[in-house]
């Protein structure tokens, strides 16, 4: 019976729904964790009826009046395809930050060459940014971030953006993302500096060590203290890298919402798509 009820509403409002789940889709198909091939596609897609009915049931866009099947409708689909690529594209750009705080200080710690499979995004990374990017995922999950992801980031963008507000703020998307791109380099630089001057004066020291005394071999001492040290500073820095990445994180999804408020404005005082 709840079953019958539940399948009654979605193909009263089935133009709607499949908009939505596609939004849905394209978001959890790019954005960090979900975008892995860990996750099925089967997952994928239910989680994104689920979170299509839901939104229908909050009555968000049950005040679209949607044009019937037809060419139109197809635009309409890729439309909310790329509004869901944009969502979860802007997060991937604030997790890479902390793979890329990784691979800055690589190579001075003599970990450049070593590179593992990235099991969540199947892509090759650095030993250090591959561990940075677990801790930076283990705080995602604490500090709530699937329910900022769906509430902050979806559930609000069906408040704020459809097709016309897309193509009218064009400009605002583009700034956006480069300005996404920008800061991922300041917060990987952040994120790594203490290390990565840390890393510096040692072989600043080693440089004058073997001008002092060139019978020590520098390439077989040298390495082993700037390892060793590097992850020293990892371990001890750890719980305030912890707090930083809960803070950028927490600022992309601000920066996000940020547009939505720039650019959108209620869909229910806009009605036609």
Do not use: C, H
């Not at 994104?48 to 099947?69: C, D, K, R």
């Not at 601000?254 to 009605?271: F, M």
């Amino acid at each position: 019976m709840i079953e019958s009820e539940i399948l009654n509403e979605i193909l009263a409002a089935a133009p709607a729904f499949l908009l939505v789940a596609v939004r849905a889709f394209a978001m959890m198909q790019v954005a960090p964790l979900l975008n892995s091939e860990g996750v099925p596609q089967i997952v994928k897609f239910a989680l994104a009826g689920f979170a299509a009915y839901a939104s229908l049931s909050t009555a968000l866009v049950n005040e679209w009046v949607i044009a019937p099947f037809g060419l139109s409708f197809i635009f309409l689909v890729i439309g909310e395809a790329i509004i869901g690529i944009i969502i979860g594209l802007f997060l991937v750009l604030v997790f890479a930050a902390f793979s890329t705080a990784g691979q800055f200080f690589s190579l001075q710690m003599g970990f450049a060459a070593s590179e593992t499979l990235d099991p969540l995004s199947q892509i090759e990374n650095p030993l250090i940014g591959q561990y940075l990017n677990i801790v930076a995922m283990l705080v995602f999950v604490t500090i709530e971030g699937f329910r900022e992801l769906f509430l902050g980031g979806f559930w609000r963008s069906l408040q704020s953006l459809n097709v016309l507000t897309l193509i009218s703020g064009r400009e605002d998307i583009v700034l956006m993302l480069l300005a996404g791109l920008s800061r991922l380099f300041l917060d990987a630089m952040i994120i790594s500096m203490p290390i990565l001057g840390t890393l510096f004066l040692i072989s600043l020291t080693t440089g004058l060590i073997s001008k002092a005394a060139p019978q020590i071999n520098i390439l077989s001492e040298g390495f082993p203290i700037a390892i060793m040290v590097a992850w020293l500073l990892i371990f001890s820095a750890l719980p305030f890298m912890t707090d930083a990445f809960s803070r950028v994180i927490g600022s992309g999804f601000r920066t996000l919402q940020d547009l939505y408020i720039q650019i959108g404005y209620p869909i229910t005082e806009r009605g036609a798509l």
